[in-house]
């Protein structure tokens, strides 16, 4: 039941001139058409006057203006050529009412204003027995119902301006709503960004460590070469692991099982898996180990493997490498460098349009941290972080 009056007023909401003309139409028939046979002396002018008084009403609300001057003109012929005060002049109630409502501020007080100086004319007119007897009680009548109709068409205009308001609001919070979900679809495009960079980049550096130097070992040991094969293996399963991992937030609807991100924990295999490629690398660990929210560990793992990764592709052959993890009383400190040749060659021109360091500081910078980067003195590349341990994001 509801729902079908909510449906009907929508559809009358949807055509408010078919309403009013049906309500000029209905106006018409109460106060012009059943009252004719009361009118003896003016019959043909009060039909003709009270259809053009009334007939302005199916325009109350779309030119509620130009209908009030109508009728107010036809309000004026009326004093004129008819003898007899007409139903129809409910119709000027209607027009004081729709001015109080829908027209500017401007028309409803001249409305007000011509609606009681109306009432005085119309006294003087069809009452005039005696000005205490008639006249005044009449003009206060019909004055106090042109004030009512006015003070009803207000709060009209008020109510309207309330809903208006409620819309807008409305509409910005929805746009409010919109612009937070490209801003969280932004933010979510670059973290799967950073991810899909350290992945791809730390997996394929190694893969291609392994393969050159199996390629070379396997010439005098077939055994060297067959081991690199295998860690090349490895790697790849990791890599296809950890893609999917990362791919798995894109999909709708999945109920898929996936492991954990990696953690400071992690860091000591990823240090072995690169030595195993290649590269001497050292693992230094000081301090205590304190609790740490999962973010800011996950973005320590990723620092040290990007800066592994970079160590790979640009330290050249023969190249050191230290990782420093020092737990202290407020942060996690961590450290990698290098003694190798391409520390110009990490800045100039880094990998993924500088993917790699921006999206380190990003990492540090999302947990309230710091990063700083850059070549080491007497040669070497350095990478320093600190990731307090009271980040909650």
């Given at each position: 039941?509801?729902?079908?009056?909510?449906?009907?007023?929508?559809?009358?909401?949807?055509?408010?001139?078919?309403?009013?003309?049906?309500?000029?139409?209905?106006?018409?028939?109460?106060?012009?058409?059943?009252?004719?046979?009361?009118?003896?002396?003016?019959?043909?002018?009060?039909?003709?006057?009270?259809?053009?008084?009334?007939?302005?009403?199916?325009?109350?609300?779309?030119?509620?203006?130009?209908?009030?001057?109508?009728?107010?003109?036809?309000?004026?012929?009326?004093?004129?050529?008819?003898?007899?005060?007409?139903?129809?002049?409910?119709?000027?109630?209607?027009?004081?009412?729709?001015?109080?409502?829908?027209?500017?501020?401007?028309?409803?007080?001249?409305?007000?204003?011509?609606?009681?100086?109306?009432?005085?004319?119309?006294?003087?007119?069809?009452?005039?027995?005696?000005?205490?007897?008639?006249?005044?009680?009449?003009?206060?009548?019909?004055?106090?119902?042109?004030?009512?109709?006015?003070?009803?068409?207000?709060?009209?205009?008020?109510?309207?301006?309330?809903?208006?308001?409620?819309?807008?609001?409305?509409?910005?919070?929805?746009?409010?709503?919109?612009?937070?979900?490209?801003?969280?679809?932004?933010?979510?495009?670059?973290?799967?960004?950073?991810?899909?960079?350290?992945?791809?980049?730390?997996?394929?550096?190694?893969?291609?460590?392994?393969?050159?130097?199996?390629?070379?070992?396997?010439?005098?040991?077939?055994?060297?070469?067959?081991?690199?094969?295998?860690?090349?293996?490895?790697?790849?399963?990791?890599?296809?692991?950890?893609?999917?991992?990362?791919?798995?937030?894109?999909?709708?609807?999945?109920?898929?099982?996936?492991?954990?991100?990696?953690?400071?924990?992690?860091?000591?295999?990823?240090?072995?898996?690169?030595?195993?490629?290649?590269?001497?690398?050292?693992?230094?660990?000081?301090?205590?180990?304190?609790?740490?929210?999962?973010?800011?560990?996950?973005?320590?793992?990723?620092?040290?493997?990007?800066?592994?990764?970079?160590?790979?592709?640009?330290?050249?052959?023969?190249?050191?490498?230290?990782?420093?993890?020092?737990?202290?009383?407020?942060?996690?400190?961590?450290?990698?460098?290098?003694?190798?040749?391409?520390?110009?060659?990490?800045?100039?021109?880094?990998?993924?349009?500088?993917?790699?360091?921006r999206g380190m500081q990003e990492r540090a910078q999302l947990h309230r941290g710091r990063l700083e980067a850059g070549p080491r003195h007497g040669g070497g590349?350095?990478?320093?972080?600190?990731?307090?341990?009271?980040?909650?994001?």
């Amino acid at each position: 039941m509801e729902n079908s009056l909510d449906r009907s007023g929508d559809r009358l909401r949807r055509h408010p001139f078919a309403v009013d003309a049906a309500l000029a139409g209905a106006v018409w028939f109460c106060t012009v058409l059943l009252p004719m046979a009361s009118y003896w002396q003016s019959r043909n002018a009060a039909f003709l006057v009270g259809t053009l008084m009334v007939v302005p009403l199916a325009w109350r609300r779309r030119a509620p203006v130009p209908a009030a001057a109508a009728v107010v003109a036809v309000g004026l012929l009326e004093l004129v050529f008819s003898d007899d005060f007409l139903a129809a002049n409910v119709a000027v109630l209607m027009m004081v009412y729709a001015l109080a409502a829908y027209a500017p501020r401007w028309a409803a007080t001249a409305g007000l204003v011509t609606g009681l100086a109306g009432a005085v004319l119309a006294a003087v007119r069809y009452w005039n027995y005696g000005v205490a007897a008639s006249i005044t009680p009449v003009a206060l009548a019909i004055g106090v119902s042109v004030v009512a109709a006015w003070a009803l068409g207000n709060l009209r205009r008020a109510r309207l301006q309330q809903m208006a308001a409620l819309e807008e609001r409305a509409q910005l919070l929805e746009l409010e709503r919109d612009q937070e979900m490209r801003l969280a679809a932004t933010t979510e495009r670059a973290r799967i960004a950073r991810e899909l960079h350290d992945v791809v980049a730390h997996s394929l550096s190694v893969v291609i460590a392994q393969a050159d130097g199996g390629r070379y070992a396997g010439k005098a040991d077939p055994t060297a070469a067959t081991d690199a094969l295998e860690a090349i293996a490895a790697t790849g399963r990791q890599a296809l692991t950890d893609m999917r991992s990362l791919l798995g937030v894109l999909r709708e609807g999945g109920g898929e099982e996936y492991a954990p991100q990696p953690d400071v924990a992690a860091i000591p295999a990823l240090v072995e898996d690169v030595r195993a490629s290649g590269l001497d690398v050292d693992l230094i660990v000081e301090g205590e180990p304190q609790p740490l929210p999962a973010g800011p560990q996950l973005a320590a793992y990723r620092i040290v493997q990007e800066s592994l990764t970079n160590v790979l592709k640009h330290a050249g052959p023969a190249s050191r490498a230290w990782v420093r993890l020092q737990w202290r009383p407020d942060a996690l400190e961590l450290s990698v460098l290098d003694d190798g040749r391409g520390a110009s060659a990490a800045m100039v021109s880094p990998d993924g349009n500088g993917q790699g360091l921006r999206g380190m500081q990003e990492r540090a910078q999302l947990h309230r941290g710091r990063l700083e980067a850059g070549p080491r003195h007497g040669g070497g590349f350095g990478v320093h972080a600190a990731l307090p341990y009271g980040s909650r994001r």
